[in-house]
Nanobody, 127 residues
Framework: QVQVEESGGGLVQAGGSLRLSCRTSGGTSSSYFMAWFRQAPGKEREFVAYRDWSMGRTYYTDSVKGRFTISGDRARNTIFLQMNNLELEDTAVYYC????????????????????WGQGTQVTVSS
């Protein structure tokens, strides 16, 4: 059984920083592709960031470029999301998503294309 677990959320003032962590374990695969999504109240779940282990490239939604950085350790099935200069609009539940097989780039932003999800961690940015 695959388990995805996030940690690191919390309350921070605008302009502050937080670092999220996610680890995937279990299942039949020794390696998982992983990404970050978020969902604000009343909104749909949206893609935030993805690191393509195979190509060594990272992808971000436009609103976080230059502020968020995704990194990770493929051997440990672990990814991180360093969030700097946080804005009120970043308030959301942040989810880690995982799957065994690599997605084409055009598909990474669709939540329906990810197989395993964590419970989410709340990030609240205050003024």
């Amino acid at each position: 059984q695959v388990q995805v677990e996030e940690s690191g959320g919390g309350l921070v003032q605008a302009g502050g920083s937080l670092r999220l962590s996610c680890r995937t374990s279990g299942g039949t695969s020794s390696s998982y592709f992983m990404a970050w999504f978020r969902q604000a109240p009343g909104k749909e779940r949206e893609f935030v960031a993805y690191r393509d282990w195979s190509m060594g490239r990272t992808y971000y939604t436009d609103s976080v470029k230059g502020r968020f950085t995704i990194s990770g350790d493929r051997a440990r099935n672990t990814i991180f999301l360093q969030m700097n200069n946080l804005e009120l609009e970043d308030t959301a539940v942040y989810y880690c998503a995982a799957r065994m097989n690599r997605l084409v780039v055009s598909a990474i932003r669709g939540p329906e294309n990810w197989n395993y999800w964590g419970q989410g961690t709340q990030v609240t940015v205050s003024s």
